[in-house]
Nanobody, 124 residues
């Protein structure tokens, strides 16, 4: 069992930056593939970024490529999402997700564990 807790959300002006963190419980975090997803009001949840257990693979949605960076620190059981050049359309609740094993995944149903989410609001 893995518990995930996101933090770092907030209100920021367009063009600004935020760094989200997702702290995981458990001793096997280093063997998990991790992902970030988001859900805006009235919209379906969408993939944002994913990273493999050893950071060897990183993958981004086209809408955030070049602006967002996913990273992880296995010693701290934490995955990060650095978000730069934020736009109003990035406003959403951001969730981290975990799946045991290798690889990286862009589909939400591939993940076994989810956090509660953190709100990101970008004002234009």
């Amino acid at each position: 069992q893995v518990q995930l807790v996101e933090s770092g959300g907030g209100l920021v002006q367009a063009g600004g930056s935020l760094r989200l963190s997702c702290a995981a419980s458990g001793r096997t975090f280093s063997s998990y593939a991790m992902g970030w997803f988001r859900q805006a009001p009235g919209k379906e949840r969408e993939f944002v970024a994913a990273i493999s257990w050893n950071s060897g693979y990183r993958y981004y949605a086209d809408s955030v490529k070049g602006r967002f960076t996913i990273s992880r620190d296995n010693a701290k059981n934490t995955v990060y999402l650095q978000m730069n050049s934020l736009k109003a359309e990035d406003t959403a609740v951001y969730y981290c997700a975990a799946r045991p094993g290798g690889g990286f995944f862009t589909r939400g149903h591939k993940y076994d564990y989810w956090g509660q989410g953190t709100q990101v609001t970008v004002s234009s």
